[in-house]
């Protein structure tokens, strides 16, 4: 059965309901989403959005950490939190004759949290620890630092995860009111899916729902790179150099012509062996092992990142060759031999990206979340079955902002 697209009315809020029967398994799988509810939410308290999900893994206050834990397994649910940088995730799985406990179990976890200061201390613990860790992992260092040069000023430019600094000085009530603020019906979207029935699968949402109070949505705010290009070195104990690097692309998510930036993007540096970027660096010069490039294409922005690793001495030119690929893409364009490869990947894979029910799901989420129809994922592959030489690289041509690199890069001392 193909998705549909329905509506739950909680306390006078339409919430839209996502759904896809799927009768081959007795599974079912929900996924409760808060809109404008992820990092980019975390105002001047860094990482508050992942630690708030951490904390509502914790349990309900009526059965405690242990408790939760022990009555979810004994059932064999998965439940569990998580935030990204736009929204804020529960995700939901269960045997089909487990589903009403489920259900339950979940409403009893939005409807009081084991919201505790001693919970708190120990994620904040947990998480600074981590944070340290990844003080000696570069590629994340170098990926940070880009961001920051990229979105410097906003709240893109701040680690989701946090800093230690700022995990630190979260408090409860800065937990709660995130909490009380983004779970509400306003942002809420239903994705759910399974051996189910949809007329049933409301009346059983709709309880769960009406825990939750209405709330109040608000506009996701979309940033653009800086205009003015910046490289920073970082230096580390390394015997690599780490290089990240970035650009604008002006291309927003609801664009029409978004169908030829992954056929674009995949040639330049998605499509590994045979892209440009791993032919230039890696064959033809040996200075890295891969090298990368891909998109980043969003509701709150939309830019280009790639990274590389090379040796310390051969990190001026590696920087410089990124330069000059990317160059010449823009202006020379693709060959009809690298878009028919193109084509023949992302139309030959596309069954591996449809294969579960939860893949089948996600990607009628974000066709609705992008407002799109449903369905539109197939007509994108439509297009670039037709897709032609001459558009692909007039749509290239137009891209020049892709030249306009900033880089982040750990190296040596």
Do not use: C, W
């Amino acid at each position: 059965m193909a998705a549909v697209i329905d509506t739950i009315e909680v306390k006078g809020v339409n919430i839209p309901v996502i759904f896809e029967a799927d009768h081959r398994l007795p599974l079912a799988s929900l996924q409760l989403v808060f809109t404008n509810s992820g990092s980019i939410t975390d105002g001047t308290r860094a990482g508050l959005a992942k630690l708030s999900a951490k904390m509502m893994n914790e349990g309900s206050k009526t059965l405690g950490s242990e408790g939760f834990a022990e009555a979810l397994e004994s059932k064999a649910i998965g439940l569990s939190a998580h935030a990204g940088v736009e929204t804020f995730v529960f995700e939901l799985s269960a045997l089909k004759s487990e589903f009403n406990t489920a259900l339950k179990l979940f409403e009893s976890l939005l409807a009081a949290p084991n919201i505790t200061e001693n919970n708190l201390k120990k994620i904040q613990t947990n998480t600074i620890g981590s944070l340290m860790r990844k003080e000696n992992d570069f590629d994340y260092v170098a990926s940070v630092a880009l961001k920051e040069l990229l979105f410097k000023g906003t709240p893109l430019a701040q680690p989701a995860s946090g800093t230690p600094q700022s995990v630190k000085t979260i408090t409860l009530r800065d937990v709660q009111q995130f909490l009380q603020e983004h779970l509400v019906l306003s942002r809420a979207i239903v994705v759910v899916g399974g051996d189910l029935k949809l007329a049933q699968v409301k009346e059983q949402v709709h309880r769960l729902l009406d825990v939750l109070s209405v709330g109040r949505s608000e506009v996701l705010k979309h940033y653009e790179v800086v205009s003015k290009t910046a490289d920073e070195l970082i230096t580390k104990k390394t015997e690599q150099a780490y290089i990240y690097f970035g650009s604008p692309y002006h291309l927003h998510v609801d664009s029409p012509e978004y169908y030829k930036a992954r056929v674009a993007t995949y040639i330049l540096g998605t499509g590994g062996f045979g892209s440009r970027l791993m032919e230039e660096i890696r064959v033809k010069r040996g200075l890295a092992y891969s090298a990368y490039a891909r998109l980043n294409i969003s509701a709150s922005s939309n830019y280009m990142t790639g990274y590389l690793q090379t040796k310390i001495d051969s990190m001026q030119e590696a920087k410089a060759t990124v330069k000059e690929v990317i160059a010449s893409f823009v202006a020379k364009g693709v060959s009809e031999a690298e878009l028919q490869q193109a084509k023949q990947f992302l139309l030959g894979s596309e069954p591996l990206r449809v294969e579960t029910l939860s893949q089948r799901l996600s990607r009628t989420f974000m066709e609705y979340y992008k407002g799109q129809k449903i369905g539109a994922s197939l007509e994108e592959l439509k297009k670039i079955e037709a897709l032609d030489l001459r558009s692909l690289n007039d749509f290239i041509a137009t891209h020049r902002e892709i030249t306009q690199l900033s880089f982040a890069i750990v190296t040596a001392p």
